[in-house]
T-cell receptor, first 110, second 112 residues
Framework: QKEVEQNSGPLSVPEGAIASLNCTYSDRVSQSFFWYRQYSGKSPELIMSIYSNGDKEDGRFTAQLNKASQYVSLLIRDSQPSDSATYLCALTGGGNKLTFGTGTQLKVEL | DVKVTQSSRYLVKRTGEKVFLECVQDMDHENMFWYRQDPGLGLRLIYFSYDVKMKEKGDIPEGYSVSREKKERFSLILESASTNQTSMYLC???????????FGDGTRLSIL
């Protein structure tokens, strides 16, 4: 079993809709969780960090964490074509390394 | 803003060459990382460093070495480049445990 699981997609949503991206993880001691956005040919860019259970909102983005169920999700409201990218889930259990999922490709269609 | 700078965006080398990829960060971060990213395989950790002159192997260290002589600079070395090392190489840094990593722009390396 992979440590961090993401559906590779592509996930297609119409412009203006809510995009929901999900990530599950296997290590119960994981403490910090991050979402990165990566455009094709570019490097990953941090968009959200979340450390405690519940929701964290930043503009059109909401990260949700449920440690008991071992999942973290990212909601993108009012999706725009510029949101089309691959979204990487990452987490750390307190050690020096960050563990990444393989990413979910999001396509926002006009 | 954190700035992580990789020396080259694109690089073409020949098999058997010794290749140096340089990474510099300007935020006094303790931790620095080198990844490669290939289609369908995601990000794979090659090496990381948590202090000057300290290094630890990641998941795929074979064929690579690293050097960290100064806190701000972390170099990745391909001892004898091979075609299977053609990839996108990404450097990242962070302040410490439980903090996010910040990435450089990446180096797309082609080994011919």
């Amino acid at each position: 079993q992979k440590e961090v699981e993401q559906n590779s997609g592509p996930l297609s949503v119409p412009e203006g809709a809510i995009a929901s991206l999900n990530c599950t993880y296997s290590d119960r001691v994981s403490q910090s969780f991050f979402w990165y956005r990566q455009y094709s040919g570019k490097s990953p860019e941090l968009i959200m960090s979340i450390y405690s259970n519940g929701d964290k909102e930043d503009g059109r983005f909401t990260a949700q964490l449920n440690k008991a169920s071992q999942y973290v999700s990212l909601l993108i409201r009012d999706s725009q074509p510029s949101d089309s990218a691959t979204y990487l889930c990452a987490l750390t259990g307190g050690g020096n390394k960050l563990t990444f999922g393989t990413g979910t490709q999001l396509k926002v269609e006009l | 803003d954190v700035k992580v700078t990789q020396s080259s965006r694109y690089l073409v080398k020949r098999t058997g060459e010794k290749v140096f990829l340089e990474c510099v960060q300007d935020m006094d971060h303790e931790n620095m990382f080198w990844y490669r990213q290939d289609p369908g395989l995601g990000l794979r950790l090659i090496y990381f460093s948590y202090d000057v002159k300290m290094k630890e192997k990641g998941d795929i260290p074979e064929g690579y070495s690293v050097s960290r002589e100064k806190k701000e600079r972390f170099s990745l070395i391909l001892e004898s480049a091979s075609t299977n090392q053609t990839s996108m190489y990404l450097c990242a840094s962070r302040t410490g445990v439980n903090q996010p990593q910040h990435f450089g722009d990446g180096t797309r390396l082609s080994i011919l």
